[in-house]
């Protein structure tokens, strides 16, 4: 069955943690991206990966870190640094940067909570 | 900088009837569209996308519309059924970027009305 999926869901985190998020995917993309969504605001990207050992900050990359270690996946930490990071995160998936256009597959999402 | 704007943050419209949600961007470096739809915890979905050198790409009950010159998109969906209540994102890609990073709108909440 394939497809994105995050884990976990629903995470509450004590302020002054770290977190991180778990994507992995099976559908041999290349690309991989997480977004991050606020009431009002959009999806707005946080990092990227093209290729394995490779990634890009994206516009909001301040307070958290990725690895692209494998192919199938892409975790994201979101450390203390992060000043507000309580929102909905999702992971997505591209067929890779040598395909023009193309659609993002994006996963259910994990809900970070900061309490 | 707002690169991707959906000015209406809701839309209501009765069961049946066009839907017409709209999207305005500034980068004329974008030329490839979409439209995602999203329900509440949940990831975005695909919808339908049109790149630059059209102006019209129609799916199903769904129809983009692309006027490069006012650098605005619209998504109409006709008939409105109660199941196309959902948040509709649209996104734009400038290729030339080479990573191809999606740049979102804020969102527009459609109800449809029974």
């Known amino acids: 069955d394939g497809g994105i999926t995050q884990s976990p869901k629903y995470l509450f985190r004590k302020e002054g943690q770290n977190v991180t998020l778990s994507c992995e995917q099976n559908?041999?993309?290349?690309?991989m991206y997480w977004y991050r969504q606020d009431p009002g605001q959009g999806l707005r990207l946080i990092y990227y990966s093209q290729i394995v050992n490779d990634f890009q900050k994206g516009d909001i990359a301040e307070g958290y870190s990725v690895s692209r270690e494998k192919k199938e996946s892409f975790p994201l930490t979101v450390t203390s640094a992060q000043k507000n990071p309580t929102a909905f995160y999702l992971c997505a998936t591209r067929i890779g940067p040598g395909v023009k256009g193309g659609e993002l597959f994006f996963g259910e999402g994990s809900r970070l909570t900061v309490l | 900088d707002q690169q991707v704007k959906q000015n209406s943050p809701s839309l209501s419209v009765q069961e049946g009837r066009i839907s017409i949600l709209n999207c305005d961007y500034t980068?004329?470096?974008?030329?490839?569209f979409l439209w995602y739809k999203k329900y509440p915890a949940e990831g975005p979905t695909f919808l339908i996308s049109?790149?630059?050198?059209?102006d019209k790409n129609e799916d199903g009950r769904f129809t983009v519309f692309l006027n490069k010159s006012a650098k605005h998109l619209s998504l109409h969906i006709v008939p409105s059924q109660p199941g196309d209540s959902a948040v509709y994102f649209c996104?734009?890609?400038?290729?030339?970027?080479?990573?191809?990073?999606?740049?979102f709108g804020q969102g527009t909440r459609l109800t449809i009305n029974p």
């Open positions: 996104a734009a890609s400038a290729s030339a970027r080479g990573a191809q990073k999606l740049v």
């Open positions: 980068n004329s470096m974008f030329d490839y």
């Open positions: 559908l041999n993309h290349d690309a």
């Open positions: 049109i790149s630059s050198i059209k």
